[in-house]
């Protein structure tokens, strides 16, 4: 895969796996009123309760949709309907200037960069990590509800953002076949999580979370090969995962054998 398609499929699968986060829960999806549409050829997410911008952006822009003066009027006038004004993600480098100076004429600008991106294409296998203590399984459907609960509590979220996510995750375990999460646990006591999104051709690594008390072992390393090694027994050879810029989760990717390819930045209306 060249660049742009990596950027496309990425942008695409994390679409997907963010509207079935939002939308597991159909009762709370409709007392939030969380609703994901198709507007232009973007995804328009959005929640009427909500203001974390997650749940309140646009996907798709001058990747996996159209980066066109069309799109964005047809953007503008979905959130216009509930008094909104859109939050465009723009992956860089793959937007081209061009598509970003469209959205600056339209009234958009660069807010911040939400992540950075880091992509593993490499030929070689995982390495193998020996933690003392550490015992990595992937959760069985019985276990959705635990590695929900576990994968909160290591991002250190509360409220009803983290009910969100944690229905999301606990319906992605029990229903999508595509979805393997594993759970970390030291000594019989539970430290970490991490999932594997897989796709044909890419795979994505989510909801990588180690407890506070437990950090700095290591353990994040081998939750990150564990889950590398479970695409590769299945003939992904391409896997990417986001995180906060310059965190320490960035270098325990590269340390796996990632590389920052991209920068997702957030723009607001001016």
Known sequence: MDSREIAVAMMRLGAESLRDLMLADRLLARRL????VSRGGLWCYSSRTLDAGVFNHVSGYGTFGPATQTSIDAVRRYYAHFEETPNFEVL???????ARALLERTGFRYHHTAFQCHVRTTSRPARRHDVAGLAIARARP???????????RGFGDGGVIANVFERGWTHEIKSDRRVASFIGSVNGRDAATGTTILRSRIA???S???LPRYRGRGIQNAMIAT?????WTRGVRVFYSWSDPDTASADNLRDEGFRTRFELHWYAAK
Do not use: C, E, M, N
């Not at 860089?92 to 061009?98: I, L, M, Q």
């Not at 019985?142 to 909160?152: E, F, G, P, Q, V």
């Not at 889950?227 to 695409?231: E, K």
């Open 33 to 36: 009123g969380h609703t994901v």
């Open 204 to 206: 994505g690594l989510y």
């Open 92 to 98: 860089v480098p793959t937007v081209s200037r061009s």
């Open 142 to 152: 019985a276990d959705a509800h635990r590695y929900a609960k576990l994968a909160t």
């Open 227 to 231: 889950r590398v090694a479970f695409g």
């Open 208 to 210: 990588g979370s180690v």
